[in-house]
């Protein structure tokens, strides 16, 4: 079984359109995450979800959006896609195990976008 | 805020040598510790972990030290084999900002 599944692992589109990913984590948690990496390899996150409510919004373009509609799925939206948008998003979950106090956090496989 | 840095890369190391990849943190509190692999095409795993000062992680002949009076986090395997070959991060989770913190990570190529 998957413990963090995201879909589809590759997007290949033309700038304008929108598109989604979707995430679904089996494991339980809390708290989930949407993270960007570049083609340099480097890690960022965008957006926090604990229970269903955001907490954390990195500075992120208002054309990504994300969903959660329960606790074990979130989303992701992307309005108007750029060509700057190329990059493999990664999903991720972590528990809390207890008074905010957080562990690692359980990655899905990513999905590569690429906006032609 | 808080934040990882670590040694940039590309690291060559021919196969059975001795490992060192350096990461220093800034964090108010007392942080998670985190290393994490990724090999081609595929996600982060994470690969060690210390939740206090003094802890030591260690998975797959890797180790890492919290040595909070240096704030580090060195990860180092005695003999390395080819199948080690991905990048490693290093990274902290920021407790009050209820995020993990990745440094820029370091690409490791084994050669046989």
């Known amino acids: 079984d998957t413990a963090v599944s995201q879909t589809p692992k590759y997007l290949v589109t033309q700038m304008g359109n929108d598109k989604s990913i979707k995430c679904e984590q089996n494991l339980g948690h809390d708290t989930m995450y949407w993270y960007k990496q570049d083609s340099k390899k480097f890690l960022k996150i965008m957006f926090s979800y604990n229970n269903k409510e955001l907490i954390i919004n990195e500075t992120v373009p208002n054309r990504f959006s994300p969903k959660s509609p329960d606790k074990a799925h979130l989303n992701l939206h992307i309005n108007s896609l750029e060509l700057g948008d190329s990059a493999v998003y990664f999903c991720?979950?972590?528990?809390?195990?207890?008074?905010?106090?957080?562990?690692?956090?359980?990655f899905g496989q990513g999905t590569r976008l690429t906006v032609v | 805020g808080d934040s990882v840095t670590q040694m940039e890369g590309p690291v060559t190391l021919s196969e059975e040598a001795f490992l060192t990849i350096n990461c220093t943190y800034t964090?108010?509190?007392?942080?998670?510790l985190f290393w994490y692999v990724q090999y081609p095409g595929e996600g982060l795993q994470l690969l060690l972990k210390?939740?206090?000062?003094?802890d030591k992680g260690s998975n797959k002949g890797f180790e890492a030290t919290y040595r909070k009076e240096t704030t580090s986090f060195h990860l180092e395997k005695g003999s390395v084999q080819v199948s080690d070959s991905a990048v490693y991060f290093c990274a902290l989770s920021d407790r009050r900002a209820s995020k993990i913190i990745f440094g820029s990570g370091t690409r490791l190529s084994i050669r046989p």
């Open positions: 991720a979950s972590s528990p809390e195990v207890g008074q905010g106090i957080y562990t690692e956090a359980f």
């Open positions: 964090a108010t509190g007392y942080p998670s």
């Open positions: 210390a939740t206090k000062a003094d």
